[in-house]
């Protein structure tokens, strides 16, 4: 069993990222990406591929408390600095400190400043009148940092930074518990390096705080699950994470609550004894009935009843509207399923009004690649009946990829990110089961997303109308 990522692996995938990049660079040179853009894909992918070799070979002989350390200072640290550069580049690029095409980050900052601005009375009414219930739990958590910290954006980014380091500790805790010491260093270490995770400590958007709390959810579940002593603690946390994840995003919040009840039907015996499963089932069941709104119930439910219908008016929409693709109006649960651990692919050709996804398409190739070790780490647990070990965070994980397949939003990194840490968790249990046999389905897989991007630009700009 491999304790660290091998060099043989992040040497290939830089080799493959900066192939893939040239390749699409000449055969779209009308579109090349610009310079800029192309520093943002090829550092992050150097970084994160040089460093999960090194660090997960260096910091193994380290104690559990040396490590835990190191690894919260050094992502807050990374954090840090990335939020400091991106703020001056946004200011620089945009002329504000907010991304391009800043639509939902205005709204949030605008919407949570005028508590501090103009007073708590206006900042009800406005949310009120414009802020649903599943979208306001941001809204609410922005505008109680800026009563204490000011309404300038640099100190609630911070903010962000200490708490997506503490996510990276979390994972580690949770990847330990199910797979031991090798996965928890591994899983924690590519946390802590991956540039998605950073992004969005930068800008003002709900994913950093809704990503801790997902899996804040799942490690404090899991650890209930296998206790071996009943605490009101354990108990008495998960349940209001799903209740203040349901102002965050309802259908996560429905995936957290099924997550959790196949967890007490399926986990192993051994894991969780059936008088455990009896009795957390009646508790889980009355503290449901007692805080869950009939109103959420039915909105989860409308939802799900309506998923194709949405999804078929999604795609249909983004085909016809201007500077659409009209490639989208063929999408279908049937086309992405079988491509939801890998989605998006990069986006390493020059299209309008998408700086973000360029900005991305480094990060983008990163879980391309990784994902080949998340799908190794599901199939091998499955074939050796070893699953009901992990029941948890593999429902949470699969239904929500579930639930992106049936909507409109699969090929949306945003949409992707609040289980990006469980799938980076199970690639590293991946990383563990590697042997020298398994070089060369790497190698072949590493081939075959060099392939799906080159094709994915022409897709992005054959859609479009542009002459190639």
Not at 168 to 185: D, H, S, W
Request: proline residues 3%; hydrophobic residues 55%; positive net charge.
């Amino acid at each position: 069993m491999l304790n660290y990522f091998p060099r043989f692996f992040s040497v290939r995938a830089i080799i493959c990222y900066v192939v893939t990049l040239a390749l699409v660079s000449s055969f779209f040179i009308r579109y090349a990406l610009p310079f800029q853009f192309m520093l943002f894909g090829f550092i992050p992918v150097a970084i994160f591929y040089t460093y999960s070799n090194k660090l997960t070979t260096n910091w193994y002989r380290y104690s559990t408390r040396v490590f835990t350390k190191k690894l919260f200072i050094m992502a807050m640290v990374i954090r840090i600095l990335y939020v400091i550069f991106i703020y001056f580049y946004y200011i620089d690029m945009t002329g504000q400190p907010h991304a391009f095409s800043a639509g939902d980050e205005l709204q949030y900052h605008v919407m949570a400043a005028l508590w501090r601005d103009r007073g708590f009375d206006l900042f009800l009414d406005q949310m009120n009148e414009y802020m649903s219930f599943s979208d306001s739990g941001y809204c609410w958590w922005l505008a109680i940092e800026y009563l204490f910290l000011g309404t300038h954006v640099l100190p609630a980014r911070i903010v962000k930074c200490v708490i997506d380091a503490f996510s990276c500790v979390l994972i580690y805790n949770l990847a330990k518990r199910n797979f031991g010491e090798a996965t928890g260093r591994i899983a924690a270490v590519f946390c802590m390096l991956m540039p998605n995770m950073w992004f969005y400590c930068g800008v003002t958007l709900k994913e950093t705080e809704m990503a801790f709390l997902t899996i804040l959810f799942v490690e404090r579940a899991d650890l209930a699950l296998r206790a071996r002593k009943i605490t009101f603690n354990n108990i008495l946390l998960p349940g209001l994470i799903v209740l203040t994840m349901f102002t965050l995003r309802t259908v996560l919040a429905a995936v957290m609550v099924a997550a959790l009840v196949a967890a007490l039907i399926l986990s192993s015996g051994k894991q969780l004894q059936l008088w455990k499963k009896i009795l957390y089932t009646i508790v889980f069941a009355v503290w449901m009935f007692m805080t869950v709104g009939v109103e959420i119930v039915q909105e989860t439910q409308q939802l799900w009843e309506e998923r194709a219908e949405n999804q078929e008016i999604g795609y249909e929409a983004r085909a016809q509207r201007v500077g659409g693709n009209t490639f989208a109006q063929y999408v279908s649960a049937t086309v992405l399923a079988p491509l939801i651990f890998t989605i998006p692919f990069s986006t390493m050709v020059a299209v309008p009004n998408q700086e973000n996804q360029m900005m991305m398409n480094g990060a983008n190739f990163i879980k391309n690649i990784l994902s080949g070790l998340t799908i190794l780490a599901v199939f091998l647990l499955l074939i050796r009946g070893d699953w009901r070990q992990h029941v948890l965070p593999m429902a949470v994980m699969l239904g929500y990829l579930v639930v992106l397949v049936f909507s409109n939003f699969a090929h949306s990194e945003r949409f992707h990110f609040p289980i990006l840490a469980f799938e980076l968790m199970f690639a590293a249990y991946g990383v563990t089961q590697l042997t020298n046999k398994h070089k060369r389905w790497y190698v072949i897989w590493l081939v075959g997303i060099c392939v799906a991007n080159i094709v994915w630009a022409w897709v992005k700009l054959a859609g479009r109308g542009y002459s190639i």
